[in-house]
């Protein structure tokens, strides 16, 4: 079984200020990970993905996101957050060990508020 | 090039009908996934198409069905409405070698009355 967990609801920070949002997972293998934007009445957009290699992975819109097996983690990070970055982060998983297809498991989502 | 497009928009149904939702992949897609998001929650994988089949399902009732055309387009039919199953409908396209790279609609909202 795969899961998911974003332990913040709400993350809320002033622009110009370092943002982080929080993802754990649990696989049973290895895993591909993903984040994912939504903005209001939007699909949700691919932000970046890590699947090997390096642990700390560049995306769009300045985002980037660190893998760290032990802590099984994947935070997302920006240096400077800027208040176009308020939406809502949804982080996924997919066990490797399951085929082809691409069944992710996505987390509950965290509304980020970036404030003037 | 347009992206992934969902119709209708919003639909309001009543408990024990039957709906259908409709979705056009992104230029050159050919895999179509459906996700059902309720209000708060995540995304939950409904299932996935590729080659007008089926290739894999989540945890829903057979009441959720799916078709894919030629054109790569596709369809989600829910019958016998229930009020839970009042939720965003998200429809997700990729390239079956790809497939971890969703591009994703904008969703169709279902209320059931």
């Known amino acids: 079984a795969q899961s998911v967990a974003q332990p913040e609801d709400q993350v809320n920070v002033a622009e110009g200020n370092p943002l982080t949002v929080k993802c754990t997972y649990s696989?049973?293998?290895?895993?591909?990970l993903f984040w994912y934007v939504q903005y209001p009445n939007r699909g949700l957009q691919f932000l970046l993905k890590?699947?090997?290699?390096?642990?700390l992975v560049k995306g769009s819109y300045g985002f980037e996101a660190e893998f760290n097996k032990s802590q099984t983690s994947f935070h997302l990070k920006k240096p400077s957050a800027l208040v176009s970055d308020s939406a809502l982060y949804f982080c996924a998983v997919r066990d490797r060990t399951s085929g082809g297809s691409y069944i992710p498991t996505f987390g509950r989502g965290t509304s980020l508020i970036v404030h003037p | 090039d347009a992206g992934v497009t969902q119709s209708p928009t919003h639909l309001i149904k009543t408990r024990g009908q039957q709906v259908t939702l409709r979705c056009s992949p992104k230029s050159g897609h050919d895999t179509v996934s459906w996700y059902q998001q309720a209000l708060g929650q995540g995304p939950q994988f409904i299932f996935q198409y590729y080659e007008e089949e089926e290739r894999q399902r989540g945890n829903f009732p057979d009441r959720f069905s799916g078709h894919q055309f030629p054109n790569y387009s596709s369809e989600l039919n829910v019958n016998a409405l229930l009020l839970g199953d009042s939720a965003l409908y998200l429809c997700?396209?990729?390239?079956?070698?790809?497939?971890?790279?969703?591009?994703f609609g904008s969703g169709t909202q279902l209320s059931v009355l």
């Open positions: 890590y699947i090997t290699g390096d642990n």
């Open positions: 997700a396209s990729s390239l079956w070698t790809e497939n971890e790279k969703l591009f």
């Open positions: 696989v049973s293998g290895n895993p591909y």
